[in-house]
């Protein structure tokens, strides 16, 4: 039993799936679905990258430093949901760099790709949560134009990212109560028979 993987949403494979079910499609081997699951995976990741250094006003090189990480890389060449949590954290922090410097207030496209990021960062790795409140700290006239439309983009990002967050947790909480289990010391997990079963 290996019930951990079953924690992720599905939101943290989208890119390798496709990638996947397009090589179902056209009757390649078996094998190569996992390596076109990972240049779709590495594809997301270089794409959402470099949006992020495009939207970013100052500070390109250091995006382009956190992406070439050899941790970045390696996570973008695989089939690891870290790629697309990596990406989009640097798109919301292009976003927020970009409320802070702009004098142009966020327009709804740019709301609604925030919104998306930050809930896809929120359903792939919870421990990531708390950046839905990054945008609060923002200034009010600069970055949204009126106090109005501050109060209701903040509100509308953490309800969203707080809804779907809490949804996806209720929905594997009995499965997450099992994993804390088996992931503890002494617990009875054969990795050789994991491999055998995935094979």
Do not use: C
Request: aromatic fraction near 14%; glycine fraction near 4%.
């Amino acid at each position: 039993y290996f019930e951990s993987s079953s924690i992720y949403s599905p939101v943290s494979y989208l890119p390798q799936a496709l990638g996947i079910i397009m090589a179902k499609t056209v009757h390649l081997p078996l094998l190569s679905y996992i390596y076109i699951g990972r240049i779709f995976n590495a594809l997301f990741f270089i794409s959402v990258v470099y949006f992020a250094i495009k939207i970013i006003p100052r500070g390109k090189w250091v995006i382009l430093a956190v992406a070439l990480l050899p941790t970045s890389i390696t996570a973008a060449a695989s089939l690891s949901p870290d790629a697309i949590v990596i990406s989009l954290v640097l798109l919301v922090v292009a976003y927020y760099i970009k409320g802070f410097i702009s004098k142009t207030p966020f327009s709804y496209k740019e709301i609604v790709i925030i919104t998306l990021s930050l809930t896809a960062i929120s359903l792939t790795k919870q421990a990531y949560f708390p950046l839905i409140f990054l945008f609060i700290f923002l200034p009010m006239m600069n970055s949204f134009g009126s106090r109005k439309r501050y109060m209701l983009t903040n509100l509308l990002f953490v309800l969203v990212g707080l809804s779907v967050t809490l949804i996806w947790y209720l929905l594997v909480s009995d499965v997450a109560k099992n994993v804390s289990v088996s992931l503890r010391p002494g617990a009875n997990i054969n990795s050789a028979e994991q491999l055998r079963f995935i094979i």
